[in-house]
């Protein structure tokens, strides 16, 4: 069963602007993971955010974890045409990580 | 250095007819994972091989599912008796050894497999 659970499932934004998605869980986590799809294959990781910790930097990505509300949202700033694929949340409660259904991302030019 | 690959890239069978799916993980990586993917969907786990402890079989949807790993090597996924709604992409992905906190997961590209 998928246990993160990403919103919106899908984003259309202007190439420049900034990409916000959400993601929600429900059972306690050592960390989560962001990764980012294209064109329904392999995952590329984006950024780990351990249970100990708020906020995350890379690049222009920022993440934040709210063990408290049992979420985290992604921020993809100046986002450009590369950016457009699907994003997954996976949570990492002992090895195996859970996926949610992800949030596709469209970047237009 | 080398990714995870997976063989074949695509792969078109008829029902009821056994496949095979390979894995090549990152050389020194201990942990190895399998996961499906349907249209549309996000990852399902199948099955983790970690060094020779015995697998965690427990997302694997059926007993027409079996995978191998040879030590600490190439895994093989296994498919006997297909159906259509094996129809997905399988994913490999490996790690390093689990240490507290870690986990980030190395996928390979994907087998995508049409059961027609």
């Known amino acids: 069963s998928q246990q993160g659970e990403e919103d919106p499932q899908a984003l259309s934004i202007q190439e420049g602007e900034n990409a916000t998605m959400n993601c929600s869980y429900k059972?306690?986590?050592?960390?989560l993971q962001w990764y980012r799809q294209n064109s329904g294959r392999g995952l590329v990781h984006l950024i780990l955010i351990r249970s100990n910790e708020r906020e995350k930097h890379s690049g222009r990505l920022r993440v934040t974890l709210d063990t408290s509300k049992k979420s985290s949202s992604l921020l993809i700033t100046a986002s450009r045409a590369a950016d457009t694929a699907s994003y997954f949340c996976?949570?990492?409660?002992?090895?195996?990580?859970?996926f949610g259904a992800g949030t596709t991302v469209t970047v237009r030019a | 250095g080398a990714g995870v690959s997976q063989s074949p890239s695509n792969k078109v069978t008829e029902k009821g007819k056994d496949v095979e799916l390979r894995c090549d993980p990152i050389?020194?990586?201990?942990?190895l994972y399998w996961y499906r993917q349907r249209l549309g969907q996000g990852l399902e786990f199948l099955i983790y091989?970690?060094?020779?402890?015995?697998?965690?079989k427990s997302g694997l949807p059926s007993d027409r599912f079996s995978a191998e790993r040879t030590g600490e090597s190439v895994s093989t996924l296994t498919i006997q008796r297909t159906q259509q709604e094996d129809s997905a992409v399988y994913l490999c992905?490996?790690?390093?050894?689990?240490?507290?906190?870690?986990?980030?997961?190395?996928f390979g590209p994907g087998t995508r497999l049409t059961v027609t």
């Open positions: 996976a949570t990492d409660a002992n090895y195996k990580l859970s």
């Open positions: 091989f970690q060094g020779n402890s015995a697998p965690d």
């Open positions: 050389s020194g990586h201990t942990a």
């Open positions: 992905a490996s790690s390093l050894a689990r240490v507290a906190g870690n986990g980030e997961q190395y």
């Open positions: 059972t306690s986590i050592n960390n």
